[in-house]
């Protein structure tokens, strides 16, 4: 009797400690889904002037951080270039930021 009391409270005792583990990992991964997620809202409402001599070869995304189309998918292609580092974001809502600078046509 003594035998059968003792493994399950062997048993109990693993699955508590297995909750606790997981329950660790699903925080943790939580807090870096937070940070990760705010990182990109960040570099999304970033106001920095891009210059076209300086990414030659690269595609060049242009958006509006207060577009509900853009904001829907910036993540995406952040993430995207995250991995392949072709992309440079121009966010429009800077003033030097405009078209007419990046267009070919006079």
């Known amino acids: ?7 399950v409270l062997k048993r109990v005792t ?3 400690k297995v909750s606790k583990a997981l329950a660790v990992i699903v925080v943790i991964l939580a807090v870096l889904g937070f940070a990760g997620h705010s990182y990109v809202n960040h570099v999304e409402k970033e106001k920095t002037v891009v210059t076209l001599a ?9 958006y509006r951080d207060d577009c509900p189309d853009c ?10 270039n995250v991995i392949s580092h072709n992309v ?6 800077i003033a030097r930021n405009n078209l007419n600078e990046f267009s070919d046509v006079d």
């Open 1 to 7: 009797m003594y035998r059968i009391l003792g493994t």
């Open 14 to 16: 693993l699955i508590k």
């Open 54 to 62: 300086k990414h030659p070869k690269k595609v060049l995304f242009f």
């Open 71 to 80: 904001q829907a998918i910036f993540h995406r292609i952040y993430w995207h």
């Open 88 to 93: 440079v974001f121009i966010n429009r809502q």
